[in-house]
């Protein structure tokens, strides 16, 4: 028997052996060397029971020498697990287990032979309770047959409770591991979404010039001003040059300076402190902080005040902030990419933008062209709206275009840019009738506020070159196939038997499947 003295003694061992470490391994191996002295104790195994039992995981085991974490998941079925759970009555008493011998057991056998251990062993194990129910299994194993007698079994017993805790921070800390890994996962597509709603279309065509100057610069930390008119892709141009920059793994934070009102803007840049101000019920990171690392993308920055751009203009020089109502700076390590569809330089003239802020704006000017200087990306773009709308649209057949579709658009002067396109096809769309997309009724209204340009001549066959060699292109991506899912009409968002006529017309030569 057990005084209650060294009972006392050996449970506050177990307890500072199995309560003061963070990982279960480090208690399981703290575990295995406080028994050593007290039984025999070769090496510890943690099992926990999942999925209502049918399955038992091994998640740890544990020498005094070594530790390390397993998975080693055993379905079990219905009859094992009452077999677990019986053990056949002798061998167990008070959720305690035995065996004198383990390979002859099935299941004994069976659960040292996935884990790659010796069979020829003696075992001792238990299976605490939690909530009514079992939760796992702790066992500890000797060589050699019949080393565990009934003052061991009665130690053993007098850790139930501890393990029971172990057993129950060794399922909380998978689960905490399963989700990092799935916060991970979910991170990743998270980060291939944003990149493919920021496809930047026509890099190789009419943007390939301004993407070369991004690729320059994406390579430094020197800020860069974005400068193209409303609806150009300004913000797409700004993520690219992020993700492709060193700070690619940071953040990419946005501020449109336009659309926050001047009593707000402190606190969106550079945050606050609880209780600096009414309603400032909890401490709030602002633009700068949550971008620490990565890029602070200030759209529309010549929409800012004077007293908030004298205000930039000291965090951009300092690279430090202060909290409103704070009392200590803090550093910041951001790289800043502004945009604007206005004239910086005619402001400063007219003195509606500071000058210094400008020059610390405008190290790397880069231009965004308008639509209709880059009209050879017409047709990519309406392939990828037309993609992209189906599957928001729900659309299970799409429509065709109709035969003059094509020369509309790219005679249309697009006042709206990138942005008015996709408007347009989303209208063409949901007004599609018959199959068939109509962008007469739609473009001549836009048309008639802000009229196209008069095309010359030289202009018309330039803009029926832009077409063939698109059609050209896409043929030879596909093999020169026409029809089917993958063929070049449905790619175009054409019906077959235009783009037959389509390719007579223009006379384009190809391959055919």
Known sequence: MISDQERLAFLEKATNAIC???????????????????????????????????????????????????????????????????????????????????????????????????????????????????????????????????????????????????????????????????LAEENQYLKREIASDHDLIGADAGLSKTMRKADQVAAHDSPVLILGETGVGKDLVAHYIHRTSARCDGPFITMNCGAIHESLIDSELFGHEKGAFTGALTKKRGRFERAQGGTLFLDEVGELSQAAQVRLLRVIQNKEIERIGGVAPIKIDVRIIAATHRDLHQMVQTQQFRQDLWFRLNVFPLRVPPLRERREDIPALVAYFMDRLRKRLKIIEMPHFKPNAFDLLLAYAWPGNVRELANVIERGLILAEQGEIDL??????????????????????????????????????????????????????????????????????????
């Open 20 to 182: 003061s470490h963070v990982y279960v391994t480090q208690a399981l191996q703290s575990c295995v060397q406080l028994l050593h002295q007290f039984m025999p104790a070769q090496r510890m195994y943690l099992d926990l029971f999942e999925n209502d039992f049918g399955t038992v995981r091994t998640v740890a085991t544990a020498t005094r020498d070594t530790a390390k974490r397993l998975d080693k998941p055993v379905p079990m079925s219905p009859e094992q697990r009452r077999e677990i759970l019986g053990f056949r009555n002798q061998h167990q008493t008070d959720h305690v287990f035995w065996f004198d011998d383990a390979s002859q057991d099935p299941l004994c056998r069976r659960m040292l032979q996935s884990l790659g251990a010796r069979v020829d062993v003696s075992l001792i194990g238990t299976y605490p309770i939690y909530n009514g129910q079992p939760i796992g299994a702790v066992v500890l194993i000797a060589p050699g047959f019949a080393p565990y007698q009934a003052h061991h079994r009665e130690r053993f017993k007098m850790l139930q409770n501890l393990f029971g805790i172990l057993i129950h921070n060794a399922k909380q800390f998978r689960e905490l591991l399963q989700l990092r890994d799935l």
């Open 440 to 513: 007469g009724p739609i473009l001549p209204e836009a048309d008639a506020r802000v009229p196209a340009q008069p095309q010359t001549a030289k202009q018309r066959c330039s803009l029926e070159t832009v077409m063939k060699n698109h059609i050209r292109s896409v043929l030879e991506q596909v093999g020169g196939r026409i029809e089917g899912s993958q063929g070049a009409a449905a790619i175009l968002a054409m019906h077959p038997s235009t783009l037959r006529s389509k390719i007579k017309k223009l006379g384009i030569t190809y391959n055919k499947p």
